[in-house]
């Protein structure tokens, strides 16, 4: 390979790099801890520990129960709605990656 070949490809793979979006793991509302709600869903230790103590209480089975949460704002979930599980089978991906 020619050095201007080598160039374009290191100059691509690192151009990847900034232009690769950073997708957060799914998660389980209803059966995920505090900390994996807060790093998933990009939100405070107090909204994740209120949403977390709200559908162990009453189960979440929609983004119109998590709405009766307070702290969640529509904005939130609708950035993060292919990221929150509402069904109590499937758990997301815990820290270690299993599911």
């Known amino acids: 390979m020619s050095y201007r070949t080598l160039q374009s490809l290191f100059i691509a793979a ?4 900034y232009v690769t979006p950073i997708m957060a ?15 998933s ?5 107090k909204v994740a520990e209120d949403i977390n103590l709200g559908c ?12 009766k949460i307070p702290g969640v704002e ?16 499937e758990r997301g991906m815990s820290e270690t990656g299993d599911f």
Do not use: F, G, P
């Open 41 to 45: 869903l990009k939100v405070s230790q």
């Open 74 to 89: 529509q904005s939130m979930l609708n950035k993060h709605r292919q990221d929150v599980i509402y069904s109590i089978m």
């Open 14 to 17: 690192l151009a990847s790099l």
């Open 56 to 67: 162990q209480y009453q189960t979440c089975r929609s983004e119109k129960d998590l709405m």
């Open 25 to 39: 793991d799914a998660v389980n509302v209803n059966l995920s801890t505090t900390n994996e709600i807060q790093q």
